[in-house]
């Protein structure tokens, strides 16, 4: 066992890692200095990028005594969402999720904040709850996170994904553009760049409606960005399922590649895109270099 006690930028522990293994310890560790004690190297020290050029005081000018409503609340990006608009400020902020568990735990998560938070179960798809939704609580600034983003699921059930990710998108950007709401952050996908999947292709009819109804009164923008480390039903937590059942890594291609970013980190940049954005406008984050996932297992 080894247990690395210093401070290292990513590339630096990435680095010795590899060097740890090579001389065959693969048991390390890392001494946390916060809370005194050692834990278990993880994948995400290994591939987390520490977030460049942004402006947390830009961010909370943005939020500031803000109502902020926040679809697909109870997501991986969207629990991130809820937690840092509660970081930086916002006076009020509505959860919407059409999952009972999802909003159950970010309403548990977020429980000392109880008075700021609302948590709204309900489908974007249901236009009259919305509305009133809207009309209730005079959200100034939407975050819309909600979507099926599983490809193979999408590709099996197109139906389902053209129905939740463009219907939805479509009807709650008519409802704030209704209701009067004055700034609409989409997120989107790098997978909506030309396009070869049912989920991709949703994404991008999103981007195209939602921007084109950004006026002076509406500002519109969405926000692309690529594989979030540990996010529902991806590679990390696919790999880290399969190892602690004593099962082969499945790879669908040995020279595919992804870029990947930490939760937190993308979260960071989209409210940024969200503060700097005048409306029309379409953000692509920068993803660092990819990794090969064969690298990764």
């Keep these: 066992t080894a247990i690395i006690a210093l401070r290292l930028e990513q590339e630096e522990l990435k680095k010795l890692f590899e060097e740890l293994v090579a001389y065959g310890i693969c048991d390390v560790k890392i001494f946390s200095f916060t809370r005194n004690e050692a834990r278990d190297i993880s994948i995400e020290d290994l591939l987390a ?42 006076k009020h902020l509505i959860m919407v999720d059409h999952s009972e568990y ?25 236009k009259q709850s919305l509305d009133e939704v809207l009309k209730t609580y005079k959200p100034e600034l939407i975050l819309h996170a909600a979507a099926y983003k599983h490809v193979p699921l999408c590709e099996q059930n197109p139906h389902s994904a053209v129905i939740n990710n463009i219907l939805g998108t479509k009807i709650l950007c008519d409802s704030a553009k209704e209701n009067k709401v004055a700034k609409f952050v989409m997120i989107s996908t ?108």
């Design 102 to 126: 999802n909003l159950y735990k970010i309403n548990d998560d977020l429980n000392l904040y109880k008075e700021k938070i609302t948590p709204i179960l309900l489908s974007i798809l249901d």
């Design 190 to 297: 790098d997978k909506a760049v030309r396009p070869t999947n049912i989920m991709g292709c949703t994404k991008r009819v999103c981007e195209l409606y939602t921007l084109s109804m950004s006026d002076e009164n509406f500002e519109v923008a969405c926000v692309r960005f690529g594989n979030v480390l540990g996010s529902s039903g991806s590679v990390i937590p696919k790999f880290k399922a399969q190892i602690a059942n004593n099962e082969p890594l499945t790879l669908t291609h040995p020279d595919i590649v992804r870029y990947f970013m930490l939760v937190a980190e993308a979260v960071q940049l989209v409210l940024q895109a969200g503060a700097i954005a005048k409306g029309g406008e379409l953000f692509v984050l920068d993803m660092g270099k990819p990794v090969k996932i064969i690298d990764l297992a």
């Design 49 to 90: 990028r520490k977030p460049k050029d942004l402006d947390d005081s830009a961010v909370a000018a943005f939020l500031k005594d803000k109502v902020v409503l926040v679809s697909g609340a109870g997501g991986t990006i969207g629990s991130e969402l809820c937690k840092q608009c509660i970081k930086f400020g916002a």
